[in-house]
């Protein structure tokens, strides 16, 4: 198994989060916060589902207690990704 087989339904996406808060690959630098679980945290969207309002690519903003994280062990090492709703999205990301 492998996340390449996972694909999200109706509104939902599934991303990759930035887990280091150092800077990001487009240069946005994430800091840290005394309350890491209440902060919101970037993911760029891997996939999306039918209904989902977004698209592959996009940099978006949601709180980390939303998400469903989907853990593979591969050939390769272990590889996560995330799950979540449209609706705890919080904000999208533009260069």
Known sequence: MNQENVYPV??????????SANETEGGLTLSHSDNTHMAPVLGTVLKVGAESVFKE??????RRYS???LKF???SGEQKVHMVEDQEIIGLYKN
């Open 57 to 62: 690519g996009d940099m978006v903003f949601f």
């Open 73 to 75: 062990v591969t050939s």
């Open 10 to 19: 109706g509104a939902r996406v599934l991303l990759k989060i930035y887990e």
């Open 67 to 69: 998400v469903d994280e």
